[in-house]
């Protein structure tokens, strides 16, 4: 199947991003990138403001149907504990440069940050309206622990295994879901990893 262009365009504005950084999308970075011209990248994003935007969305929806692949379901098929449970699984999948980069960046622009809080709102366990409700905090202690997951990797020098990760995420899912997170519960009977 044939990638159309802008598509095109925008995972090689990611790939970009990868290796040297938001300030390295240009359009003539981009473009030779791409395989296109400068003039190409302009009829599909008129301003460098549009391409980072549809950038930001490029990333957002992949994070999206990443989830819908994991759940074997789009989020609106789900209850919300089978949400919270996929987003926390998700994160066995540890975030590349590129996402943390553009999660960053976001955070300074409303409008780049759009595209991510959709998905962080079809999915993620949102922060309890009440901090008395134990388990709702409980649930949303395991979001919090799974976006610590999803960064690990990032942040030290010695990644976690794949195992591991998945073990951890497991926990955390049933946890996101409300069904605790003992070590009892775990599946080798509390046995350290």
């Known amino acids: 199947m044939r990638q159309n262009n802008r598509t095109a365009i ?27 011209t400068r003039g190409g990248l302009l009829y599909h994003f008129p301003s460098r403001e549009d391409l980072l ?3 930001h969305a490029h990333m957002a929806a992949r994070w999206d149907t990443t989830m819908a692949r994991l759940a074997g379901a789009p989020a609106d ?7 919270h449970a996929t987003y926390a ?4 999948h540890g975030a590349t440069r590129a996402e943390l980069l553009l999660l960053l960046e976001a955070g300074s622009d409303p409008d780049h940050a759009a595209a ?5 709102q079809r999915w993620a366990m949102p922060p ?26 990032c942040l030290l020098d010695k990644p976690l295994s794949r195992s591991m990760r ?3 995420a497991e926990r955390l899912a049933r946890a996101s879901a409300g069904d605790g997170m003992s070590v009892a519960d775990d599946d080798d009977g509390g046995q350290a990893p």
Do not use: H, K
Request: hydrophobic share 50%; no cysteine.
């Open 10 to 36: 925008l995972d090689a504005a990611v790939r970009l991003v990868q290796r040297s950084g938001i300030t390295a999308i240009t359009y003539e970075a981009v473009a030779a990138e791409a395989g296109f």
């Open 53 to 55: 935007r549809a950038t």
């Open 77 to 83: 098929a789900l209850t919300p504990a089978q949400r």
């Open 89 to 92: 699984r998700a994160s066995v």
């Open 116 to 120: 991510w809080q959709a998905v962080m």
């Open 128 to 153: 309890p309206d009440d901090a008395d409700d134990e388990d709702a905090m409980d649930r949303f202690i395991a979001r919090l622990a799974s976006d610590g997951l999803w960064l690990f990797d």
């Open 166 to 168: 998945e073990r951890i």
